[in-house]
């Protein structure tokens, strides 16, 4: 079946520094996946998305890679602050209409 | 404001007891969807609808029913609720235009069910 997984439950790094969070899937090729960001009991916000004709995707300080012969997204952080702190989701349209997100990850960023 | 609303934020009910979890965007968009997040599992989609009278399963559809009969609502209907639908309900859109879909889905403050 199709999956998601993400590298870690959690990730705990010091201010300035650049965060990365690894987001892997087996079973499908989807043409495009998507981060969000949600911060604790609140909705996931969308943050950036890259399609399988990208190889990477900035905005600010975001990054994101897509490497579909590795079926791997990496989602990077540069000069991390604390009030990045929050869970990163990533998802990918499994077919049709159908989105699956992963479990995310918790990024904590100590100052 | 552009936003996703959802109603109620909050609710204890008991099984058996049939509930509704109303939704409803003001962004014109015609894709909505309902996911539900459980520690652990991330969220997991449960029904969605390409647009007005449009729903299709999710992976996890059992013990729920939804309707689109306005393209700004979509009702989350619980009818013999059960204590393993307690969770944490989010309700999403995202607008679709023909010939090209944007993916980026909206997402409203969440409702969390509890079922004694």
């Known amino acids: 079946s199709q999956k998601i997984e993400q590298n870690s439950e959690a990730l705990n790094i010091q201010e300035g520094k650049t965060a990365t969070l690894t987001c892997n899937y087996t079973n499908y090729s989807p043409a495009y996946l998507q981060w969000y960001r949600q911060d604790p009991g609140r909705g996931p916000v969308f943050l950036l998305l890259?399609?399988?004709?990208?190889k990477e995707k900035r905005k600010e300080r975001l990054k994101v890679t897509f490497d579909t012969t590795l079926k791997q997204s990496l989602f990077h952080i540069t000069a991390s602050q604390p009030a990045d702190s929050a869970t990163y989701l990533c998802?990918?349209?499994?077919?049709?209409?159908?989105?699956?997100f992963g479990a995310g990850t918790r990024l904590f960023v100590k100052a | 404001e552009a936003q996703v609303t959802q109603n109620p934020r909050y609710l204890i009910t008991v099984t058996g007891k049939k509930l509704t979890v109303t939704c409803s965007q003001n962004?014109?968009?015609?894709?909505m969807s309902w996911y539900r997040q459980d520690p652990g599992l991330g969220l997991r989609q449960i029904y969605y609808s390409m647009n007005v009278e449009v729903t299709d399963k999710g992976d996890v559809p059992e013990g729920y029913k939804v309707s689109r009969k306005e393209k700004r609502n979509f009702p989350l209907i619980l009818e013999s609720p059960s204590p393993n639908q307690t969770s944490l309900y989010f309700c999403a859109s995202s607008l679709s235009t023909s010939g090209s879909r944007s993916y980026e889905q909206y997402f409203g403050p969440g409702t969390r069910l509890t079922v004694t």
């Open positions: 998802a990918l349209e499994a077919g049709g209409f159908k989105t699956i």
């Open positions: 962004m014109n968009h015609e894709y």
């Open positions: 890259i399609r399988e004709n990208e």
